[in-house]
């Protein structure tokens, strides 16, 4: 898919922070990382946004926007969303209007944000610093194991 090729180019190079979108729940939230993405960037991070089943594509961003098999991803990533607090949820349930997942620059998810409600009031990831500090941190880390899609059973 269009995401695993995306994937692969920041193999071994950048974490990278996939932001799975709707509209208009994430323009905020776009526009936000939009006005940080240099900082992003100079972290040693790429943003790669994709849409949430059934939003529109994203126009003008200076991030990649993966249309390619973005529902696959979507449907795929969707799969991890099910937190402590509602862990019921699956794919058959109510999609969230936003989520996004830091994944470090071996290909493994480190962390997963949700926003808290419709209005937006989660916390964590929408505070830059906060997220700039944890992409320093992965960064830090040496190499454990090889990257997902090298492993041999």
């Not at 209005?119 to 040496?142: M, N, S, V």
């Amino acid at each position: 898919s269009g995401l695993t090729a995306a994937l692969k180019e920041y193999r071994e190079r950048k974490s990278v922070l996939l932001v799975f979108y709707s509209q208009p729940f994430s323009a905020q939230r776009l526009a936000e990382l939009t006005r940080v993405y240099p900082r992003l960037q100079s972290s040693g991070a790429e943003v790669i946004a994709i849409a949430l089943p059934g939003a529109p594509p994203l126009q003008s961003q200076p991030f990649p926007v993966v249309t390619d098999g973005a529902q696959e991803a979507a449907t795929a990533y969707l799969l991890l969303r099910r937190t402590l607090s509602d862990p019921g949820k699956t794919i058959l349930g109510e999609a969230p209007s936003h989520m996004e997942f830091l994944l470090d620059r071996f290909g493994y998810v480190r962390a997963r944000w949700l926003p808290q409600d419709e209005e937006g009031a989660g916390e964590g990831w929408r505070d830059t610093q906060f997220l700039l500090d944890q992409i320093e941190r992965i960064h830090r880390e040496p190499r454990i194991l090889p990257p997902p899609d090298d492993h041999v059973h």
